[in-house]
């Protein structure tokens, strides 16, 4: 059985686009393409793209995401270390939906929040390719070095000194103070 790219394209909800580009870069050929020029992907080129959206929706970009592709050539091994990933990933998030209904009650109720509760769940290092992109590798990796070098008790102190930053601004909004009050320009310059 085949399926055409457009139909591909509507059933992952992505775009034909995508799809060729996928094809240019060398990650997802598609099984034949007609006389018309329309591309057609059989089940083994639908196994390798949801491999593909799988590692994408995991943050990889296009370059890791080929050398991953490239390093596992079992699919049934490579869709066992998928399905870890995202087992990992749900717990990962449902540690930070149980932090946000702590936060959630524990601000309702006027109790004081603690930062290891509020920020259980979250990872720096799935930003790495954002910041490097934004800011260059050195940035990242000077960043990631600073906050490996703190202790469990220092990354608390950083993690509750932003909590209570972000609780003022929220404060200040709710008072309907503006950004340039001298209160919501004292609070930004303890996060700056």
Excluded at 72 to 79: C, K
Excluded at 132 to 158: I, N, P, Q
Aim: net charge neutral.
């Amino acid at each position: 059985m085949e399926w055409s790219i457009q139909d591909i394209a509507r059933l992952t909800g992505t775009t034909s686009r995508t799809l060729r580009h996928y094809g240019q870069v060398g990650l997802l050929e598609p099984s034949r393409v007609g006389a018309n020029g329309y591309r057609y992907y059989d089940q083994e080129c639908l196994v390798r793209l949801q491999r593909i959206l799988l590692l994408r929706e995991l943050g990889l970009g296009l370059p890791a995401i080929a050398q991953v592709l490239a390093g596992q050539r079992d699919t049934a091994t490579a869709l066992r270390t998928h399905l870890e990933l995202l087992e990992q990933e749900r717990a990962r998030i449902g540690r930070q939906i149980e932090s946000v209904k702590t936060t959630l009650r524990k601000t309702e109720g006027g109790e004081q929040l603690m930062a290891a509760e509020v920020f259980d769940g979250f990872d720096h290092t799935r930003y790495e390719e954002e910041v490097t992109e934004r800011w260059g590798r050195e940035a990242y990796e000077k960043g990631d070095r600073w906050w490996r070098s703190l202790s469990d008790a220092d990354k608390k102190a950083f993690q509750q000194r932003h909590l209570d930053i972000a609780a003022d601004f929220g404060r200040a909004c709710l008072a309907g103070k503006s950004a340039d009050s001298l209160e919501v320009q004292a609070i930004t310059q303890r996060l700056r």
